[in-house]
């Protein structure tokens, strides 16, 4: 650092100096902008941010522009790949592939739902909080505490709760006299996703909730007061006036569970290994199974790329937005 500023010191001494003009006099060189540079944060910042910026570029941009040439090769992962004929040809192999198209809806279905669902979970839970219920801190940090976990231990105990025999579901149903409800909820293709949805809508929720709950406290309370003098019910109160001002709240918790829906490869991998089936068959793991499995790399860098391009198009436009904003 301090031979930095010793390499700044002699270039700005170095430029006020004069240099000699042709008639033998002399003339200030221009030193306005080396001056500039130097005396600015940017060069005192570069220890801090390049050396991070370096290996960024390279392990991930450079990891994913390489992905994206080796999709359009036809390389199975043996051997050097060819780059002399790069073409789309592994993309329309992939468009015209049933397995990915019905991956691809599985995980739009898996994207809205789970988004949706946990917004409307965790808003309800934010709303009951904010009214001043009891023990707040402590059902604050149960509903929190599942989005500590790690997709891993989330697909593990799910896999519990979900065992038709000793699962924590089917032995309540049946305590309570329910027989009939008992499922093979994670053996039935019926039921598969929907019960992978309900998983990680269980350990999502609570971070939304604290989401909602901070733009809730963010309100002011003559608005409340406001609406109650007005006559409105508490139902019209937090349909009219409340849940329009958590505008920004739902965008940024939407964005975060889009991502982890997109992410969701450790819970699907962990509960049911690289072939799920099917009707719970999503993108990240087939992307795995045709790389790993099938040793098809250029098609697992396909489908990767799609998942890169889907999770821009989810993350862009609210980067956008926070630049409109002045807040990036």
Not at 50 to 78: E, K
Not at 281 to 297: E, H, K, P, Y
Not at 308 to 325: E, G, N, S, T
């Amino acid at each position: 650092m301090d031979s930095l500023r010793t390499l700044a010191r002699r270039l700005l001494t170095a430029s006020d100096e004069p240099e000699p003009s042709a008639d033998g006099g002399t003339t200030p060189r221009r030193r306005a902008t080396v001056r500039s540079a130097f005396r600015s944060g940017f060069l005192r910042s570069l220890p801090f941010w390049l050396p991070g910026g370096l290996f960024v570029g390279l392990f991930v941009y450079g990891a994913i522009g390489w992905n994206v040439v080796i999709s359009l090769t036809d390389w199975s992962g043996l051997g050097t790949p060819e780059y002399d004929s790069l073409d789309l040809s592994t993309y329309v192999q992939m468009v015209s592939d049933p397995t990915f198209v019905n991956a691809l809806g599985n995980t739009l279905v898996l994207l809205v739902a789970f988004t949706v669902a946990s917004l409307a979970v965790g808003l309800t839970l934010a709303i009951l909080i904010d009214r001043g219920i009891r023990f707040e801190n402590t059902f604050r940090t149960i509903y929190l505490l599942p989005m500590s976990l790690s997709f891993v231990v989330t697909a593990i105990f799910w896999a519990w709760m979900y065992n038709p025999r000793v699962g924590m579901i089917n032995v309540g149903l049946r305590t309570l006299g329910l027989d009939f409800l008992t499922r093979a909820w994670i053996g039935n293709p019926q039921f598969k996703l929907a019960a992978v949805i309900f998983a990680l809508i269980w350990q999502f929720s609570g971070y939304c909730m604290v989401v909602y709950l901070a733009g809730l406290r963010g309100i002011p309370t003559e608005q409340y007061e406001a609406a109650r003098a007005d006559g409105a019910s508490t139902y019209r109160m937090y349909r009219r006036v409340i849940v329009p001002q958590l505008r920004a709240s739902t965008t940024s918790a939407a964005v975060v569970l889009m991502v982890f829906a997109l992410k969701a490869f450790d819970f699907l991998f962990v509960m049911f290994g690289d072939t799920p089936g099917p009707s719970v068959d999503i993108l990240s793991v087939m992307m795995f199974r045709q790389a790993f499995s099938s040793t098809n790399w250029a098609y697992g860098s396909a489908i990767a790329t799609v998942l890169f391009v889907m999770a821009l198009a989810v993350i862009a436009p609210y980067l956008w937005m926070q630049h409109k904003r002045g807040e990036l």
